[in-house]
């Protein structure tokens, strides 16, 4: 393999990875790992487009020879599915080799205790809705427990994304999840008009001392008093403190999204699921099976191809 090959693929990727969005030295990190694989395939005398899943199995094993813990070898992973995902935009390839490959023995970080659908819909029923902090993040807690959206997805969202209409909502992508429209719910359509409607200009009008508001602040969905978004974080800790006096169990955002998916795994297929989550790989959404099979146990299966 010529070093000109390298060169060329290194610029392009790189171009891939700023077209998700990545950050700078995320994109320096996942430049490491294509160095370290096309030495690997160098050594192998492979070329890139041609690996099979069993030679990415040789190259992980390598890996682990190499001295790489089980958590790097994932990482390395992720980057090369990545890359071969940057290979079929290129038209260098028609597959993925890396998709089917999962390292199971990495032991998850929380293992959650599952909501049931009855619990989740008790939350968002009970939760009040006098103020107009607390019919602001009634609305933020039903994405939550209805679309199972994650905290960094709410807080970007704009109002143009949402489609009173149709009863839809748009969610973006972003560097580290895929872009979706999901059917609101049809009790949460009436709050989301009446936020979106009005709730929202009069928190926008609050506190005029407050300098004016920036065009990234006037548009963002979820504001504060005087339009302030820069806050959400305080929302979201509000919102949470309020779920956890309704029901003690809840724990986090992470736990419902968690029991949402959880839920979906039990109704849809797995590319359903993969979508409604917004998971890039199919194998994201497979870790959630954990849950559902094994709920409070701290353990998972050392069942991997690296065994």
């Known amino acids: 393999m010529k070093a000109a090959d390298y060169q060329r693929t290194k610029d392009s990727f790189t171009l891939y990875l700023k077209s998700r969005a990545f950050t700078k030295s995320s994109i320096k990190s996942r430049l490491v790992v294509l160095n370290i694989y096309w030495k690997w395939l160098e050594e192998e005398r492979l070329e890139a487009e041609q690996v099979t899943y069993n030679e990415l199995l040789s190259f992980m094993k390598w890996c682990r020879n190499k001295g790489a813990s089980q958590r790097t070898v994932q990482t390395y992973m992720g980057t090369i599915k990545h890359l071969y995902e940057h290979f079929i935009r290129e038209e260098r390839t028609d597959k993925n080799p ?131 978004c820069y806050s959400f974080s305080n929302f979201m800790t509000q919102l949470m403190v309020s779920v956890r006096k309704i029901n003690p169990t809840v724990k986090n955002a992470k736990q419902i999204r968690t029991s949402v998916i ?46």
Do not use: C
């Open 98 to 228: 890396a998709t089917d490959i999962s390292i199971r023995g990495v032991k998850r970080k929380t293992l959650y205790h599952i909501l049931e659908t009855h619990e989740l819909h008790a939350l968002y029923n009970s939760y009040p809705a006098t103020s107009l902090q607390q019919k602001r993040n009634r609305v933020i807690l039903g994405l939550l427990v209805y679309q199972g959206l994650k905290t960094a997805e709410l807080g970007k969202l704009e109002t143009t994304d949402i489609n009173l209409r149709e009863g839809k909502i748009n969610v973006p992508d972003s560097s580290k999840s895929n872009g979706r429209e999901m059917k609101l719910e049809a009790h949460q359509i009436m709050d989301m008009y009446d936020y979106t409607l009005k709730v929202r200009q009069l928190l926008m009008q609050m506190n005029p001392k407050r300098k004016s508001q920036t065009k990234e602040e006037t548009a963002k969905l979820f504001i504060g008093e005087g339009g302030s």
């Open 262 to 307: 959880t839920k979906w795994l039990r109704v849809y297929n797995l590319r359903e699921v993969q979508y409604l989550a917004g998971h890039r790989y199919i194998s994201s959404t497979e870790s959630y099976l954990q849950n559902d099979m094994e709920g409070l146990q701290e353990e998972v299966q050392q069942f991997h191809p690296l065994g």
